[in-house]
């Protein structure tokens, strides 16, 4: 099994910054690209920013200038750095993995997608 484990959510007035972490745990071979996503009440779920394996981002248009993804392959970990935050960035934020999992016959499964709890994040006055 493959487990992601995210952290650092939580209520912070307009303006403010918060710091999500993301660790993977479990049958991990290696870790393709690593991602945060979120789901605001009544809306479907929206890609925030991903990072491939070499460090290549992507963001959506709504967080771009605001919001910075990192990750530290060495801990397996993912981040977002989120600054200067609106009410509407409100949402459940979830990291998720795109791994190559290792079997217990020591086989490895490309491109196995996993997806961690999910932390809230409330920007509030």
């Known amino acids: 099994q493959v487990q992601l484990v995210g952290s650092g959510g939580g209520l912070v007035q307009p303006g403010g910054s918060l710091r999500l972490s993301c660790v993977a745990s479990?049958?991990?071979?290696?870790?393709?690209?690593m991602g945060w996503y979120r789901q605001a009440p009544g809306k479907q779920r929206e890609l925030v920013a991903d990072i491939t394996s070499g460090g290549s981002t992507n963001y959506a248009v709504s967080v771009k200038g605001r919001f910075t993804i990192s990750r530290d392959n060495a801990k397996n970990t993912v981040y977002l750095q989120m600054n200067s935050l609106k009410p509407e960035d409100t949402a459940v934020y979830y990291c998720n993995a795109n791994v190559n999992k290792r079997t217990v016959d020591g086989t490895v499964i490309a491109g196995y997608t996993s997806w961690g709890q999910g932390t809230q994040v409330s920007v509030s006055s």
């Open positions: 479990g049958s991990i071979f290696s870790i393709n690209a």
